[in-house]
């Protein structure tokens, strides 16, 4: 049974700091590239970074977050850094390889003072 599950969202202040984790499970993770999404709420979801044989940032987030992957234990990380009240969103763990792909179930950061 394939499963990504995202942990790590919270309520944070601005300039403060989070780290995402998405644990897989069911499939071949280390030969699937991983991607980090975000909706806010109306808004159209969007690419965060990506991960496979090299590193993707959307603009709006380069130099303050950092996506890495550790295949041992199966895990993608989201650093993020500097948050702004922009960022607040619900995060999406996204796992592809060809034509197949899985998602997450999302966890939710809020920027807020």
């Known amino acids: 049974q394939v499963q990504l599950v995202e942990s790590g969202g919270a309520l944070v202040q601005p300039g403060g700091s989070l780290r995402l984790s998405c644990a897989a499970s069911g499939f071949f993770f280390s030969s699937f590239d991983m991607t980090w999404y975000r909706q806010a709420p109306g808004k159209e979801r969007e690419l965060v970074a990506s991960?496979?044989?090299?590193?993707n940032y959307a603009d709006s987030v380069k130099g303050r977050f950092t996506i890495s992957r550790d295949n041992v234990k199966r895990t993608v990380y989201l650093q993020m850094n500097s948050l702004k009240p922009e960022d607040t969103a619900v995060y999406y763990c996204?796992?592809?390889?060809?034509?197949?792909?899985?998602w997450g179930q999302g966890t939710q950061v809020t920027v807020s003072s």
């Open positions: 996204q796992a592809q390889r060809r034509s197949t792909e899985y």
């Open positions: 991960i496979g044989s090299a590193t």
